[in-house]
């Protein structure tokens, strides 16, 4: 059982998690992380997502300016 310290949205502030027994078979590998001071679930594969995902949905948007 592996702990690590993260940022707690709930918690407001850097919480202790721990991984939670995986029924899916990931074993110390599980990407889920429970806060053991508010118990929400996290999954830190949402760390790998690049962060241009969220520029990459307002391409419908034309970048053209006027003048
Ligand atoms: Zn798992
Ligand atoms: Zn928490």
Excluded: N, Q
């Amino acid at each position: 059982m592996s702990h690590r310290e993260l940022y707690c949205d709930v918690c407001e502030g850097v919480a202790l998690f721990e991984v939670p027994p995986c029924v899916d078979g990931h074993g110390i590998d599980c990407p889920e992380l429970i806060c053991t001071g508010c118990g929400a679930a996290v999954v830190i594969a949402t760390f790998m997502v690049p962060v241009s995902r969220s520029a990459e949905g307002r391409r419908h948007r034309p970048a053209r300016r006027a003048a």
